[in-house]
């Protein structure tokens, strides 16, 4: 049986307009000075020399014109501010990339499989990137998973065209926000055939720098304070939570000092808030407490996927189930800053989540 996955990574390439190339394993390094503040042990983490080492980092203040770490006799090595910014760009890009990354591997692996061992069943599941699905694939034995990272427009879409099997929905347990959110979507969960798979609860807030703007503590701190705040995309269903919240309190959308940027990850938006180019953004804990931003609760949500009774075959439906009410599906789960198991496994319907 082929057991093996490919994963998708993206890597940097530096040229200058004379061809000048360096190795990608200088961000490797960089990472791992400013873990160790050794250039010894970033080298030996590495795995290259300490002259190579060295030879990287020559080579990279030659073609940038600017030293990339700081040398202090007795005290170790830091990043330069070049260093730190060459480092925070490449955490950008692998957080707002991964899920684009994530979705080509998933329907490669599914070719590849179905070449080499034939036809088998295929779980399709569209979903809103999040920490609890990105379990499912590497949990899965029986049955091959094709998971596409879709906002909840394009998922919930996709399931009424039957061009999926599974769409992901992220609704607030408070069941008047829940309403809203509901509404929003109505017309594409019109079907009386839809039913519902509790997974998670996860918290979304407002994610800030430790130290920095202590003072804010609600939407409406962060509004008077006119902060630079990033967003997700337009159709994302955090920034209709987002702008449901705001209106909750009284406060237009355009009484935030949003950047023009936007960005399509919690943890895009949590690695532009560490990097400095934002004060404050909105996300997830589990995306915060990763690049160890201050977090402010504002909303905790169910994280449900979502099925039709007339489209989904009981030999795909069982194994999901098996797998997401496991004690070790919990467990994972329970290790996630914000996340929390909601009676995984249980067939519910939205109704009956926030009442009629």
């Given at each position: 049986m082929?057991n093996?996955q490919?994963?998708?990574?993206?890597a940097?390439?530096?040229?200058?307009?004379?061809?000048?190339?360096?190795e990608?394993?200088l961000?490797?390094?960089?990472?791992?000075?400013?873990a160790s503040?050794?250039?010894?042990h970033a080298a030996?983490?590495?795995?290259?020399?300490?002259?190579?080492a060295?030879?990287?980092?020559?080579r990279?203040?030659?073609?940038?014109g600017l030293?990339?770490?700081?040398?202090r006799?007795?005290?170790?090595?830091?990043?330069?501010?070049l260093?730190?910014?060459?480092?925070?760009?490449?955490?950008r890009?692998k957080?707002r990339?991964?899920?684009?990354?994530e979705?080509?591997?998933?329907?490669?692996?599914?070719?590849?499989?179905?070449?080499?061992?034939?036809?088998q069943p295929v779980?399709r599941?569209?979903a809103?990137?999040g920490?609890?699905?990105?379990?499912?694939?590497e949990?899965?034995?029986?049955?091959?998973?094709?998971l596409?990272?879709?906002n909840?427009?394009?998922?919930?879409?996709?399931l009424?065209?039957?061009?999926?099997?599974?769409?992901s929905?992220?609704?607030p347990?408070?069941?008047a926000l829940?309403?809203?959110?509901?509404?929003?979507?109505q017309?594409l969960?019109a079907?009386n055939?839809?039913?519902?798979?509790r997974?998670?609860?996860r918290?979304?807030?407002?994610?800030?720098r430790?130290?920095?703007?202590d003072?804010?503590?609600?939407l409406p701190?962060?509004?008077?304070?006119?902060?630079?705040?990033?967003?997700r995309?337009?159709r994302?269903?955090?920034?209709?939570?987002?702008?449901?919240?705001?209106?909750?309190q009284g406060?237009?959308?355009?009484?935030?000092?949003?950047?023009?940027q936007?960005?399509?990850?919690?943890?895009?938006?949590a690695?532009?808030?560490?990097?400095?180019?934002?004060?404050a953004?909105?996300g997830?804990?589990?995306a915060a407490?990763?690049?160890?931003?201050?977090f402010i609760?504002?909303?905790?949500?169910?994280?449900?996927?979502?099925?039709?009774q007339?489209?989904?075959?009981?030999?795909?439906?069982?194994?999901?189930?098996?797998?997401?009410?496991?004690?070790?599906?919990?467990?994972?789960?329970?290790?996630?800053?914000?996340?929390?198991?909601?009676?995984?496994?249980?067939?519910?319907t939205?109704?009956?989540?926030?009442?009629n």
């Amino acid at each position: 049986m082929h057991n093996k996955q490919l994963t998708i990574s993206p890597a940097w390439i530096f040229r200058t307009d004379t061809d000048e190339l360096f190795e990608p394993a200088l961000l490797l390094l960089l990472e791992n000075i400013r873990a160790s503040g050794k250039l010894t042990h970033a080298a030996a983490a590495v795995g290259i020399s300490y002259r190579h080492a060295w030879n990287l980092l020559n080579r990279g203040a030659d073609i940038f014109g600017l030293p990339l770490v700081e040398m202090r006799k007795g005290h170790g090595s830091k990043l330069s501010l070049l260093g730190e910014k060459l480092l925070w760009a490449d955490q950008r890009v692998k957080a707002r990339l991964g899920p684009q990354l994530e979705s080509m591997a998933s329907e490669l692996n599914e070719q590849i499989s179905q070449l080499i061992t034939g036809t088998q069943p295929v779980l399709r599941i569209h979903a809103s990137h999040g920490f609890a699905i990105a379990l499912l694939p590497e949990l899965f034995e029986q049955v091959k998973i094709n998971l596409q990272y879709r906002n909840p427009e394009e998922a919930l879409t996709a399931l009424n065209r039957g061009e999926c099997d599974l769409a992901s929905l992220h609704i607030p347990t408070d069941r008047a926000l829940a309403k809203q959110v509901f509404s929003h979507y109505q017309q594409l969960l019109a079907s009386n055939q839809l039913q519902a798979i509790r997974l998670v609860t996860r918290s979304e807030g407002l994610m800030l720098r430790q130290g920095c703007h202590d003072h804010i503590h609600s939407l409406p701190d962060l509004s008077a304070s006119q902060l630079s705040f990033i967003g997700r995309d337009s159709r994302s269903g955090t920034r209709l939570l987002f702008k449901i919240l705001l209106e909750q309190q009284g406060l237009a959308e355009e009484s935030i000092n949003r950047s023009s940027q936007k960005e399509y990850t919690h943890t895009a938006i949590a690695a532009y808030v560490a990097s400095g180019m934002a004060d404050a953004g909105f996300g997830l804990k589990a995306a915060a407490e990763q690049f160890n931003l201050r977090f402010i609760e504002l909303a905790n949500e169910y994280y449900l996927l979502l099925f039709r009774q007339d489209q989904l075959a009981p030999e795909l439906l069982a194994p999901l189930l098996d797998v997401v009410r496991s004690q070790y599906f919990t467990d994972r789960i329970s290790e996630v800053p914000g996340y929390a198991p909601d009676r995984p496994g249980t067939i519910t319907t939205l109704k009956q989540l926030i009442g009629n």
